[in-house]
């Protein structure tokens, strides 16, 4: 079967039980992902070979985390072992009309000082057809920036599809100025053939906004036309992609969602069926969660647009209602829901 690499860090996620707010909270229920393990684990439940490649400390906690990765079946023997400490995140889970909140404490983080030639990217790509990276990597430092660079250039080489997860975050990126930013990522971006990115990202990388729009066009029309000037306008810039997909998150609150995504292809702009998530149990990795599900199609035929974009946004869909970052659902259970079963009976 075709194996997919996935790099990035992995960090200790604390959260205060029962949407208490951190002033309230006197424990903290212990889970541990980031943005590329997520991935990992999502197309390690589809049976899918996939090795998660970090870097973390040798100490105990670091090892947790590696026992958490390795018990759902992702390949851990990439992973080295360096510094001193395991990045983490506080997320103060929102309900009803009060937004969740999450405060890093991930500098001098294990893998925030990885640099190139650490990791051996000759051996870590062999027999690889897949190789996925997202914008939090090259967020954390510049050597981290920098070790990205080095394994989406060997991964090239070989002829390997990248995709990459933009996800822009405000409260990373400290240690560059805005033109900085722009000039990593543009290099980055450069090798990568498939996208998850919405047009905030593209603004915020790129400088790139969509075209006015002409005519009397409103609501989402006019949002779809704005996607499509603003892909029209990355695949200008980076010829290499082949596909740009979006998720589109509706908040009624923050328990009660519609989820949706579309992708565009260069010629057409596909759209997944809408679902309304109420009572949403963890919303945290749902855009992990869909990406692994669309590389879990597009592995084996590149030309499934709509097959890949509707199974993301219902794997992505399910990922709401489990406790974690980690999306642990089955292809049966995905199919399940696209075939209309929202019913949510015991199965007996």
Not at 254 to 277: M, V
Request: aromatic letters at 10%; proline letters at 3%; glycine letters at 8%.
């Amino acid at each position: 079967m075709k194996k997919v690499i996935t790099f990035g860090e992995i960090m200790l996620r604390l959260t205060p039980p029962e949407h208490l707010r951190f002033s309230q909270t006197n424990s903290f229920d212990i889970e541990y992902g980031g943005g590329e393990s997520n991935v990992a684990v999502s197309l390690a439940n589809f049976d899918i070979p996939v090795d998660f490649v970090t870097r973390i400390p040798n100490n105990d906690i670091g090892k947790c985390a590696l026992m958490e990765v390795r018990k759902r079946g992702v390949g851990t023997d990439k992973i080295i072992f360096g510094g001193d400490r395991l990045g983490i995140y506080f997320l103060e889970t929102g309900a009803v009309s009060r937004g969740s909140k999450i405060v890093y404490d991930r500098e001098n983080s294990s893998m925030s000082e990885i640099t190139p030639g650490m990791i051996n990217w000759d051996v870590v790509f062999e027999d690889v057809a897949w190789f996925h990276w997202s914008g939090i990597t090259p967020a954390i430092s510049q050597s981290a920036a920098d070790a990205c660079l080095e394994a989406v250039k060997i991964a090239s080489k070989k002829g390997i599809t990248i995709s990459t997860d933009f996800n822009y975050r405000a409260k990373l990126w400290k240690y560059c100025d805005h033109n900085s930013r722009q000039k990593i990522m543009t290099e980055l971006t450069s090798y990568s053939n498939i996208i998850l990115g919405s047009e905030y990202d593209a603004n915020m990388f790129f400088n790139i906004t969509p075209t006015p729009i002409l005519g009397n066009i409103k609501g989402e029309e006019k949002e779809k036309e704005e996607f499509i000037s603003v892909c029209n306008q990355m695949k200008e810039k980076f010829p290499r992609i082949e596909k740009v997909v979006k998720t589109l998150r509706e908040s009624i609150s923050a328990s009660h969602n519609n989820w949706t995504g579309i992708l565009f292809d260069g010629k057409r702009l596909y759209e997944s069926p809408k679902y309304e998530i109420t009572d949403i149990v963890d919303r945290v990795g749902g855009g992990d969660s869909f990406m692994g599900a669309l590389i879990y199609v597009l592995l084996n035929d590149k030309n499934e647009n709509q097959k890949a974009l509707n199974f993301a946004i219902a794997a992505s869909c399910l990922k709401h209602t489990i406790k974690g970052d980690v999306n642990l659902v089955t292809v049966e259970e995905v199919e399940n829901l696209m075939q209309g079963d929202k019913s949510g009976r015991v199965a007996r």
